[in-house]
């Protein structure tokens, strides 16, 4: 069993940046892809970037490339997204997931989910 707490959102300017935060239970944390996900209201779940349980391989949704960048620590059992450059369409809940083996893009195919925190990004 993984419990996943993130931590990070809030309200910034657009252009601005924060860093999200995913805290995790459990001893085998490395042993899990993470990945993150948001979902804007009236909008379907999407894909925002995942990273592999050694922190060696992410890969990320298109639009978030060049501004966003997921990094690990598991010494801490944390996951981190870095988002810079900011846009007001980022506005929406971002939660992370674990994944049993490689992290993939597909939110169905993730075990364990967080709350999910607001970020919000004003015009």
């Known amino acids: 069993q993984v419990q996943l707490v993130e931590s990070g959102g809030g309200l910034v300017q657009a252009g601005g940046s924060l860093r999200l935060s995913c805290a995790a239970s459990g001893r085998t944390f490395s042993s899990y892809g993470m990945g993150w996900f948001r979902q804007a209201p009236g909008k379907e779940r999407e894909f925002v970037g995942a990273i592999s349980g050694s922190g060696v391989y992410t890969y990320y949704a298109e639009f978030v490339k060049g501004r966003f960048t997921m990094s690990r620590d598991n010494a801490k059992n944390t996951v981190y997204l870095q988002m810079n450059s900011l846009k007001p369409e980022d506005t929406a809940v971002y939660s992370c997931?674990?994944?049993?083996?490689?992290?993939?893009?597909?939110?169905?195919?993730?075990?364990?989910w967080g709350q999910g925190t607001q970020v919000t990004v004003s015009s």
């Open positions: 997931a674990a994944v049993s083996g490689l992290p993939v893009s597909n939110s169905r195919l993730y075990n364990y």
